[in-house]
């Protein structure tokens, strides 16, 4: 599958090392995430030095085009609501992981559409079982 991988990076980048954890599980599984590079170590990496409206145009066509969207929203981000929001209403399946624990705005633990999921982890080993849920029956 094509998939958009979702994650904070102006808002902050203390759960980086899970964002590279599940990227590379996606990878291993064999699916393709276009946003792979929003994992790196790095924010310079990460972000790529483009321009704003580079970045918005790209990223929603990635959003218009893939097959899911995976989104780790455990630290706050402006871009990530936009996405999920964006990707919701063209009909995407949307799975959003947070760890236990941290507060995650209503506006997201509040909606209730098929194809969205919003799953607490404990562990790094239960968000990876949970993304192999999602994506077994996406659109559920
Ligand atoms: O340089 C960028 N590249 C980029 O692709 N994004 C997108 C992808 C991320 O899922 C999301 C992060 O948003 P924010 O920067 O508000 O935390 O926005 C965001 C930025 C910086 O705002």
């Given at each position: 599958m094509d998939l958009y991988f979702s994650c904070s990076l102006t808002g902050g980048r203390?759960?980086?090392?899970?964002?590279?954890a599940l990227v590379a599980?996606?990878?291993a599984l064999g699916h393709?995430?276009?946003t792979a590079h929003l994992a790196s170590e790095s924010v310079a990496a990460a972000d790529g030095g483009l321009a704003p409206e580079a970045v918005f145009e790209r990223d929603t066509a990635w959003l218009r085009g893939c097959d899911a969207v995976i989104a780790e929203v455990s630290t706050p981000s402006h871009g990530v609501g936009f996405e999920i929001a964006y990707a919701l209403e063209r009909g995407k399946p949307v799975l959003c992981l947070a760890r236990e624990g941290v507060r995650v705005s209503k506006m997201l633990t509040g909606i209730r559409r098929s194809g969205f999921s919003f799953q607490?982890?404990?562990?790094?080993?239960?968000a990876l079982t949970r993304v192999g849920g999602f994506l077994a029956e996406p659109g559920r």
């Open positions: 203390r759960d980086q090392p899970a964002y590279a599980h996606l990878q393709c995430v276009l607490p982890y404990a562990t790094l080993e239960e």
